[in-house]
């Protein structure tokens, strides 16, 4: 595929689907409550979704991409060294292919993107388990497999999550697919939705960037103006050609730096106190307004004496203010 496929396939739908092919939906039904799974188990889930399965092989010409994109481009390197491993040594691990849901006679991928995308490059057949199964736990076995063997970056997981929630995916099934919990994917969300997809398909896949990171990115791309900057910088000499890191590094810098930083409430000033002491120091007060709220903190030896009488003559009190004159 086509670089310029790839980066068109990154948000929506993927470029190589044949005409007709696209689902009018994919919304899940019956999911169940947000499980936790550990890394290992998650290893072990994919591992046993392999087992025991006959390994076919099949033109790869016959396969088309997941109905959700879980890649940005920008693993060039990781890509070609690959390649290079399957053409001297074979494909030692199968992809996972379910029958193509919509179209006779052809295969989509659950997870192997990488691995058919060489099969096809260098003219051959891929190694591959085929498993009939439902749109559910095809995102549940996409997800699981690339978050046990750490392979996406954390923007690539929020815009896979976002993908997923665009096509009407329950949030509880991209939890688990992602092992997060409601929080985190909340936030994830919160970066794919801010951030414009068109500068994070320039930055791709980023992988040394983290979460908090991206968090303070999408804060400066809340702001239009400071994403007009960053549309400048795309359009900059020469940034193409740098890596996914470096990209975001100096996108992250240069708009800190010419842009507006995230607004800030202003702290409202305390409005001032004052004290109040009497009986040559054996009581003394603290006394301030607070909004709404007036307080008044008494210490020293007579405090809760006089506490205590100021509170059984409160009404008393209450009365005699009522009957003083206006100022």
């Known amino acids: 595929m086509a670089r310029k496929d790839l980066l068109k396939s990154v948000i929506g739908q993927p470029t190589d689907t044949p005409s007709g092919a696209r689902r009018s939906s994919y919304a899940m039904r019956g999911a169940s409550k947000s499980m936790k799974v550990s890394i290992d188990s998650l290893a072990e889930h994919s591992k046993r979704l392999m087992e025991g399965e006959t390994i076919v092989e099949i033109d790869p010409d016959l396969v088309d991409v997941s109905f959700v994109n879980d890649r940005l481009t920008g693993d060039d390197e990781a890509y070609e060294d690959l390649k290079a491993s399957i053409k001297a040594s074979g494909q030692d691990t199968p992809v996972l ?3 193509h849901p919509d179209v006779a006679d052809r295969y989509m991928v659950v997870f192997g993107h990488r691995r058919v995308r060489v099969a096809r490059d260098i003219g051959r057949a891929v190694r ?3 498993k009939e199964m439902d749109d559910e736990a095809h995102v549940l076995a996409q997800g699981q497999e690339n978050t046990a ?3 996406l970056s954390f923007i690539e997981k929020a815009l896979f999550a976002r993908n997923l929630v665009d096509l009407g995916q329950e949030k509880d ?3 688990r697919a992602l092992t997060v919990d409601g929080t985190l994917l909340s936030r994830m969300l919160s970066v794919a939705q801010t951030v414009p997809e068109k500068i994070v398909t320039a930055i791709g896949p980023a992988k040394q960037i ?8 999408k804060k400066l791309m809340a702001d239009e103006a400071n994403q ?3 549309y400048r910088i795309l359009k900059t000499e020469g940034f193409d050609q740098l890596d996914s890191d470096t990209k975001f ?4 810098s240069k708009v800190e730096e010419a842009g507006k930083g995230p607004k800030r409430r202003r702290a409202k000033a305390a409005p001032p106190k004052r004290t109040w002491t009497a009986g040559e120091g054996r009581i003394k007060g603290v006394i301030g307004r607070v909004g709404r709220a007036y307080n008044i903190s008494l210490t020293s030896n007579d405090s809760t004496a006089f506490g205590e009488y100021l509170s059984e003559n409160l009404d008393q009190l209450y009365a005699d203010f009522l009957k003083k004159p206006d100022p």
């Not at 983290?210 to 990115?217: N, S």
């Not at 590094?249 to 992250?252: G, L």
């Open 228 to 230: 007009g900057i960053a």
């Open 173 to 175: 099934v991209i939890q």
């Open 128 to 130: 591959a388990v085929v």
């Open 210 to 217: 983290g979460r908090d990171r991206w968090e303070g990115f």
């Open 97 to 99: 292919l379910r029958p």
């Open 249 to 252: 590094e100096i996108m992250h």
């Open 149 to 151: 063997r750490a392979d």
